[in-house]
Antibody, heavy 118, light 107 residues
Framework: QVTLKESGPGILQPSQTLSLTCTFS??????????VGWIRQPSGKGLEWLAN???????YYNPSLKNRLTISKDTSNNQAFLKITNVDTADTATYYC??????????WGQGVMVTVSS | DIQVTQSPSSLLASLGERVTITCQTS??????LNWFQQKPGQAPMLLIY???SLQTGMPSRFSGQYSGRSFTLTITSLEPEDIANYFC?????????FGGGTKLELK
């Protein structure tokens, strides 16, 4: 059974770094062709793809966030991570991680709400 | 970046009605498009992948088609549990981009 669960700080202040963790089970990020992506959704709005990481450590980022994103993984502990530096109120959203195996995003986590506020 | 234009943004439909939602991409993406269903307060769920393949476990009243840069999601006979938001995603080239979404409501 594939499950993913996101965790994060809940609230943080502008200019801080947002650190998100995706803890998953039912698959391994060391398996050929496997990947995890991060997506966010501001309240009441649409979805925005942020970044992907693959089994071979290949990484892709959304250039709209310029150089603020860093994605990584810990294969041994079945976790993927996303860091967003220098956050502001526009980064307030629900953040999802999702599995990629063949078709992207076949399983999603429940999402974690992140609020950026001073 | 590949732009994805989804229409309509909202849709009122009756139970049993045939519903069609469209995504148009700004460039050719072959069949690299997925459809997702999202109910309020829940994470999105994969409905259709590679434009036409029904995800395991999803009802057969959902189907996907495409022609060129135009992709359609069809619900052949609307059921109450289909009331949700629907999104498409192009995964042909980075940055992957979602359509703006369609809010499907009961008439």
């Amino acid at each position: 059974q594939v499950t993913l669960k996101e965790s994060g700080p809940g609230i943080l202040q502008p200019s801080q770094t947002l650190s998100l963790t995706c803890t998953f089970s039912g698959f391994s990020l060391s398996t050929y062709g496997m990947g995890v992506g991060w997506i966010r959704q501001p309240s009441g709005k649409g979805l925005e793809w942020l970044a992907n990481i693959w089994w071979d450590d290949d990484k892709y980022y959304n250039p709209s966030l310029k150089n603020r994103l860093t994605i990584s993984k810990d294969t041994s502990n079945n976790q993927a991570f996303l860091k967003i530096t220098n956050v502001d109120t526009a980064d307030t959203a629900t953040y999802y991680c999702a599995r990629m195996r063949g078709p992207p995003f076949d399983y999603w986590g429940q999402g974690v709400m992140v609020t950026v506020s001073s | 970046d590949i732009q994805v234009t989804q229409s309509p943004s909202s849709l009122l439909a009756s139970l049993g009605e045939r519903v069609t939602i469209t995504c148009q991409t700004s460039q050719s993406i072959s069949n690299n498009l997925n459809w997702f269903q999202q109910k309020p307060g829940q994470a999105p769920m994969l409905l259709i992948y590679y434009a036409t393949s029904l995800q395991t476990g999803m009802p057969s009243r959902f189907s996907g088609q495409y022609s060129g840069r135009s992709f359609t999601l069809t619900i052949t006979s609307l059921e109450p549990e289909d009331i949700a938001n629907y999104f498409c995603l192009q995964h042909y080239s980075a940055p992957w981009t979602f359509g703006g979404g369609t809010k499907l409501e009961l008439k």
